[in-house]
């Protein structure tokens, strides 16, 4: 199996195309709570720490957590909105479902395991994939450079580095350096998350 | 000028509230429902396979929108201003909303699937007790045992479900073109067919696990038979008239005195749904109903097949019966013990989150 292969054509289907739905977005409008939501998709791979950062951000318990075969979604509460995390699987044989989770999506949050210096390679071909993908045209990406608390884990501006960050023009990035184990710079970056929402309000 | 817009917007909205609630959506979105809820289990995480079901109902409810509005004339900016307006809100309610809603809530569609997949292992769970209900012998103490009998009752049992499916679906049919012409109320004839409810049990195995697996294939009827026997042990045969009614939560005092304010084990399903609040009680009572309609006519149904087949006697052994699980009158293994522990705490749970959960 080469090891960069590109995505094998996905099970069924073009990349989701945002459905339209006119209709039910009017009848949606109707749903008991006023607060508007947003659409976040955590992704990065395989024990990187997404599951962990999204119950860290649920504030749950994170000690407890297996390997994601499918999704996890979570609410979180944030200056006034509905942040709506899905947080999905990160095996090599799941990744091709990633891009049915892309439309509608608001904003993208990218984990990477700053201690896998093995993967960097791989983890970068996988976000420059993605954010190639139309669904995710302008989307606001926010690293997450996690496991910082691993003394063998290298630091954000490393890791952007390695990552070609400053190539992205076609969006908003940030990259935070962040423990989802302990939760140190979590905050940090879903600050910045909240920012970038105001300021598409605008 | 004003009053008269005010009136067709008014129009609109009580059309589509009616629609919603009327048979030409509940039909087919109930009968959605049973078809796929087979895989919605109650885990946190969700299955990849989800979002595959969750896309087509999506297009479901909006292919039925738009092809009602169709229908009589209300083009999408009508419908938009008409449901923009805070009259929309006014007359309509959480619960009718509700299937719609989940079109664009996948949370709010995976509650209703694992609702949907617990209520079809109750229900055939319920029938199964109910054609037994007769039998409080077999409701014995740990007993996993079948008497000859009773698993000559089984096998018939099977045969007569698997037969009046065809008839049954047919009797479906064409009441549902009946009602779809006629009244706006009730879709109870979309409740499934037998198989159905052997699908539901399907699922119960698959939700125990991967160590359920110890190389029996097993006959679903008499699974949930034994599942039915256990689980239902302290339950006498209800009194006629009640017997229908979908929920055997009054199988377990102790629970539903602790869920219920009044504390008391009454059946009434409307109650039931009343506890929920103002919210959701409206659409579950007509849900409940909808059951107990379907319920009572399954049963009637099976009582009369039953009967006729059993002077029948001979029946083709399909394929199924041969896998049937081993010799009835064996002690029952540790193994065997353990699993049955094991469907007991399950049903247990069911209950727990059905009645919780509405
Ligand atoms: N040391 C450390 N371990 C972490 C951190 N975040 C996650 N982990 C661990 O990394 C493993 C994979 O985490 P998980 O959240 O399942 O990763 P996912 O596959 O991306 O969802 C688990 O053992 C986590 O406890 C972190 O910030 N620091
Ligand atoms: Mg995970």
Known sequence: MGDVQKHPSTPQGSPSTPHPQGLLSVIQKLKGSPEQELRIVLLGLDNAGKTTLLKRLASEEVSTITPTQGFNIKSVHSHGFKLNVWDIGGQRSIRPYWRKYLGSTDLLIYVIDSADQKRFEETGQELAELTEDESLMGVPLLVFANKQDLVTAAPAAEIAEGLSLHTYRDREWQIQACSALSGEGVQDGMNWISSQIMNRKK | ?358
């Open chain 2, 1 to 358: 000028m004003a009053a008269e817009e005010e009136g067709d917007v008014e129009w609109v909205v009580d059309t589509i509230a009616g629609f919603l609630q009327g048979p030409a959506w509940s039909i087919p979105i109930l009968e959605f429902m049973e078809q796929k809820c087979e895989v919605f289990d109650d885990e946190e995480e969700s299955k990849l396979s989800y979002t595959e079901i969750y896309k087509e109902y999506q297009a479901l409810v909006e292919k039925l929108l738009e092809d009602y509005l169709k229908e009589v004339g209300i083009n999408e900016e009508k419908f938009q201003e008409a449901f923009s307006s805070p009259l929309a809100k006014t007359r309509t309610s959480q619960a009718i909303l509700q299937t719609v809603l989940a079109a664009e809530d996948f949370r709010l569609f995976k509650k209703m699937m694992v609702q949907k997949n617990i209520e079809m292992q109750l229900q055939a769970i319920r029938i199964i007790k109910e054609r037994n209900g007769v039998l409080p012998d077999c409701l014995t103490e740990g007993s996993d045992v079948f008497s000859e009998i009773e698993e000559e009752e089984m096998k018939i049992l099977r045969e007569v479900l698997r037969k009046s499916k065809e008839e049954y679906e047919i009797e479906q049919e064409r009441k549902r073109t009946e009602e779809a012409r006629g009244k706006l109320k009730s879709p109870d004839v979309s409740y499934g067919s037998p198989g159905d409810s052997r699908e539901a049990i399907k699922v119960k195995e698959s939700m125990e696990g991967a160590d359920d697996s110890e190389g029996t294939p097993k006959l679903p009827l008499e699974e949930s038979q034994k599942y039915a026997r256990e689980d239902l042990k302290p339950v006498r045969p209800l009194p006629k008239g009640t017997e229908s009614l979908p929920q055997p939560s009054c199988t377990k005092g102790k629970d539903d005195v602790k869920k219920r304010s009044a504390g008391k084990c009454s059946e009434n399903a409307a109650q039931k749904a009343g506890m929920k609040g103002p919210n959701l009680s409206e659409l579950e009572k007509q849900q409940l109903k909808q059951r107990e309609d379907y319920l009572k006519k399954k049963r009637d149904m099976l009582m009369a097949t039953k009967k006729e087949s059993r002077n029948n006697v001979l029946l083709p052994s399909n394929s199924e019966q041969k896998e049937e699980e081993s010799s009835p009158k064996e002690e029952m293994s540790e193994e065997k013990q353990r699993l049955l522990q094991k469907r007991k705490m399950l049903a247990e749970k069911l209950k727990e989150e059905v009645i919780n959960k509405r």
